[in-house]
């Protein structure tokens, strides 16, 4: 074996022969030397993460057990159990606040265009972020409990808002007002008139309305009917009881569309315009009775009736 050795400084270049033994045991000590280097070398820089360990000894490595494991997937889906109960419970709850509104609505004759509850409501606005963590699961369900709180307080007002609502269009709808026929005119007022029949003088209890035969007559309150038949002078009459010791009469009927005990509502239609008992002609003579005493009924006609 010839080894031939460069000089830089001078170019020069010499040559070590080697016999075959001396080359065979240079050999050996170069490739020992490498190995051992190597060995040593990858002992010093080798990550700890490329540690093989057994798979038994994982979870000791990562400090987690696999019960925790399951036991975390477990609390996560009971937090998304009580989740959707929530939701489910708010869902009914929005529904019937979405009833209750319109029937508030109704009640108190918002016009429908202003509150239409099968529409979103109107929000918006510029896309700023708030500093600060996200919600975490425990913050959500107590957002969702004081929500829900709110919206049985919500349920509760507007509930009462309606029973006061409801209250009030009662207590009107039992107020004597309006015209009782649709049609006709004003042919004899209250009070001393002469007799049609003999001319003398004589107490006129109602104001009669001169109509064709077969004009609906309307109740002008809400009541209950306590007279349909034929009543003396009258001929064929309805009488109403209403709150506060009212009663209207409405007689010379063609036909009664009522019978005692029935409810009735302002507007209803109650009897055709007749001629029957002491009558000249068709017409609707109308009756106003306050504890059973007569009263003038003008005031009563000329009131604007409230919309039902």
Known sequence: MHIIFMSRRHGAARALT??????????????????????????????????LVPESALDQTTGIQPEELTEARAAAQRQLDALGVHLAELQARMTRLDALGERLAELA??????????????????????????FND?????????????LDNREQQLETFEQAFAERRLEEAQLIAGRPLLGGYQSSPFGPRRDPFHGGGRMHKGVDFAARPGTEIVAVAAGVVTWSGRKSGYGWAVEIGHADGYTTLYGHNQRNLVKVGDLVQRGQIIALVGSTGRSTGPHLHFEVKKNGLPIDPASYIARTPSSD
């Open 18 to 51: 080697l016999t075959p033994r001396l080359g065979l045991l240079l050999g050996t000590l170069l490739l020992g030397g490498t190995l051992a280097a190597g060995a040593v070398l990858g002992s010093w820089i080798r990550p700890e993460g490329l540690t």
């Open 109 to 134: 004759n918002i016009a429908e265009d202003e509150f239409d509850f099968s529409l979103p409501v109107g929000q918006g606005g510029p896309d700023e972020q708030l500093e600060g963590e996200s």
């Open 138 to 150: 425990g913050e959500v369900l107590g957002s969702l409990d004081a929500l829900m709180a709110r």
